[in-house]
């Protein structure tokens, strides 16, 4: 009698590899954003989805004094095109306590060692004398070093796309609010290393929390001049 051999194929049995845990909300934040910088205390950059909100605490964080002391930074080297979308930012508190005058800063950011540019939504009741006036300046303000510019009107509320490029030793500023066209500017007096750190920052000068809130954060390559309307 003939007996049939039924040969079976040898499958190979992949070892059972460990599940890959699920990105924790410090590393998707650093992937996303950056590292967090700020003083001492229980100062929130907290993630929701893609949007980042930065929360600070009831006490003054300079605007025009040097590097923001709040803010989430990455580092860059050589030339760049950094994009934020300041979704909202609070405005300033004209009946707490305070200090020189209520203001409110959010926006970019560019440090390198002692040098810094900042491009922010800014908010400020000017004190007149004594006097403390309900009028609030509200604005795209470009601050470099030790100087300030002033660059767009923008309502309180108003969300606001800001832009800092970098080719070489130029740096070029923009703004622009939803559907409109970039506005642009180039100082002159702007000095940045060839390494820096890019992000975001708030500050304040209210003994009062404040946050802002921002989107579609990018930094890479910039774009062919001729582009730069886009």
Same mark, same amino acid.
């Given at each position: 009698?003939?007996?049939?051999?039924?040969?079976?194929?040898?499958?190979?049995?992949?070892? @059972?590899?460990?599940?890959?845990?699920?990105?924790?909300?410090?590393?998707? @934040?650093?992937?996303?954003?950056?590292?967090?910088?700020?003083?001492?205390?229980?100062?929130?950059?907290?993630?929701?989805?893609?949007?980042?909100?930065?929360? &600070?605490?009831?006490?003054?964080?300079?605007?025009?004094?040097?590097?923001?002391?709040?803010? /989430?930074?990455?580092?860059?080297?050589?030339?760049?095109?950094?994009?934020?979308?300041?979704?909202?930012?609070?405005?300033?508190?004209?009946?707490?306590?305070?200090?020189?005058?209520?203001?409110?800063?959010?926006? @970019?950011?560019?440090?390198?060692?002692?040098?810094?540019?900042?491009?922010?939504?800014?908010?400020?009741?000017?004190?007149?004398?004594?006097?403390?006036?309900?009028?609030?300046?509200?604005?795209?303000?470009?601050?470099? =070093?030790?100087?300030?510019?002033?660059?767009?009107?923008?309502?309180? =509320?108003?969300?606001?796309?800001?832009?800092? /490029?970098?080719?070489?030793?130029?740096?070029?500023?923009?703004?622009? &609010?939803?559907?409109?066209?970039?506005?642009?500017? &180039?100082?002159?007096?702007?000095?940045?290393?060839?390494?820096?750190?890019?992000?975001?920052?708030?500050?304040?000068?209210?003994?009062?929390?404040?946050?802002?809130?921002?989107?579609?954060?990018? /930094?890479?390559?910039?774009?062919?001049?001729?582009?730069?309307?886009?």
């Amino acid at each position: 009698m003939t007996r049939l051999l039924f040969l079976l194929p040898l499958v190979a049995i992949p070892a @059972l590899a460990a599940p890959i845990p699920p990105e924790s909300d410090r590393d998707k @934040l650093a992937r996303l954003w950056g590292k967090v910088e700020s003083p001492p205390g229980e100062y929130v950059a907290k993630l929701d989805g893609t949007k980042l909100t930065l929360r &600070t605490l009831g006490w003054p964080l300079p605007l025009d004094s040097g590097p923001p002391k709040f803010c /989430v930074v990455r580092e860059v080297t050589g030339d760049f095109d950094a994009r934020v979308k300041l979704v909202s930012s609070a405005r300033p508190d004209r009946t707490v306590k305070y200090e020189g005058s209520p203001q409110t800063g959010a926006g @970019l950011c560019v440090v390198g060692g002692t040098n810094y540019l900042g491009l922010y939504h800014w908010m400020a009741h000017h004190k007149d004398g004594d006097f403390l006036p309900e009028f609030l300046q509200s604005c795209v303000w470009v601050q470099r =070093d030790g100087s300030g510019s002033y660059m767009l009107e923008l309502k309180p =509320d108003e969300s606001v796309h800001l832009r800092v /490029v970098r080719r070489g030793k130029a740096v070029t500023v923009y703004c622009r &609010t939803d559907d409109k066209e970039w506005k642009s500017w &180039t100082p002159e007096d702007v000095k940045l290393p060839e390494a820096v750190r890019v992000g975001v920052f708030v500050g304040h000068t209210t003994h009062l929390p404040v946050e802002a809130t921002f989107a579609d954060f990018t /930094v890479g390559k910039p774009e062919p001049e001729k582009d730069e309307k886009k």
